[in-house]
C-alpha cells in the first residue's frame, strides 16, 4: 500500500489545497506504480502547531501573512 506523510505547518494551506495535495499526491502514485494502487493509496496530511518544529536551531512559527484562508 502506497503511503505519503505529510507534515506541514498549520493553517499554511486551506482546505480546498490540501484536497488538491492529496489527490495530486495519489496521482503520483498511481503514475508510478499503476491504477491498481489508487483503493490502496493512502496520504495523510498532518499539521504541526506553531512551535512544535524548527529547523536550523530555529522554532518555526508561520508569520500571519502566510496563514491560508479557508
Do not use: C, W
Request: aromatic share 12%; hydrophobic share 45%.
Amino acid at each position: 500500500m502506497p503511503f505519503a506523510n505529510i507534515k506541514m505547518p498549520r493553517a499554511a494551506l486551506s482546505k480546498a489545497q490540501k484536497e488538491d495535495l492529496i489527490h495530486r499526491t495519489t496521482a503520483m502514485f498511481v503514475y508510478f506504480f499503476g491504477e491498481g494502487v489508487r483503493p490502496y493509496t493512502m496520504v495523510l496530511v498532518e499539521e504541526v502547531a506553531d512551535g512544535g518544529y524548527g529547523r536550523a536551531d530555529e522554532v518555526f512559527i508561520v508569520p500571519e501573512a502566510f496563514r491560508a484562508e479557508e
